[in-house]
């Protein structure tokens, strides 16, 4: 799939296409419903290429930082489910205060009909762009009439769930990760290169991979769950039972991390493999321990549950 960072990049003699719009964050089931319909209405044109237009930062970011949402995605990762959709290429638009004071008709004729040439553009029915949020699907509709364009707005589905992103935050944010791969369609995953420790699992016979969280990434909430490690460099996957937090049994303050413990495997050398942990359901919440004992006991019955879980 080719990526453009930029419209510049984006090359002069780029054919017609159809376009989809939206920070696919996530790229959940809400998003592949859109993806079908724009693949559909590019085979109906006789078009072959279909772009997804998304945006670095989150507007939010840009806007109103304080309220920006965690990210569910990399641009990387994103591209990469963008592609497994059906999606051949993705223009990467850097948003900024100039960008967000666009009007619905300047982005319109900048990005859809000078840049992309756009044939069809498939969007959700609730989309909304331009300054102030003034543009809706009628706005496209509208103006697609005049500029040799269609529109189509696709209903939200997800029976009486409807799949969003700020779902899946929302079910991260409870440790509801069977709820996330709902809505994603796939395991929520996280992804890193592992770190040093305390090498306090080691001592105890845990021996874990850990993965620190950047705080402008989405994770799911502080406790256990059992899930699946690939490293990434040979594509090997492995059960695991995962912690997510600072470990508050023990003194000291750290930043969030996602400690994974391989089952059963205590020779694994994974210090400076990027690695990518699923996450397949919760075991339980954080606790603080009283002392070693109590802790070790507990992660005997983790492991014991965490196997089960994943039929191992």
Known sequence: MQIWRDVDDVPADLGRTVVSIGNFDGVHLGHAHVLREARSSAARLGIDTVVAVTFDPHPMAVLRPE???????????????????????????????????????????????????????????????????AGEV????????????????????????????????????TGDVAGAAEALGRPFTVRGTVVEGDKRGREMG?????????????APADGVYAGRLTRLDTGETYPAAISVGTNPT??????????????????????GVEVEVAFVDRLRGMVKFEGMEALIETMHDDVRRAREVLGG
């Open 67 to 133: 309220h920006a949402p965690p990210t569910l995605t990399s641009i990387h990762t994103r591209a990469r489910l963008l592609e497994d959709a059906g999606v051949d290429a993705m223009l990467v638009i850097g948003f900024d205060r100039e960008i967000a004071s666009w009007s619905p008709l300047e982005f319109i004729d900048r990005i859809l009909v000078d840049t992309l040439h756009a044939g069809a553009v498939v969007v959700g029915s609730n989309f909304r762009f331009g300054a102030k949020a």
């Open 138 to 173: 009628a706005t496209l509709v509208e103006a697609g009439a005049s500029r040799d364009f269609e529109t189509v707005g696709v209903p939200l589905d997800g029976g009486p769930q409807v799949w969003s992103s700020t779902y899946v935050r929302q079910c991260l944010a």
């Open 206 to 218: 845990y021996p874990t991979a850990n993965v620190p969280i950047p705080p402008v990434d989405a």
């Open 250 to 271: 023990f003194d000291g303050e750290r930043d969030r991390r996602v400690e994974s413990y391989v089952l059963d495997r205590d020779d694994l050398e994974l210090y």
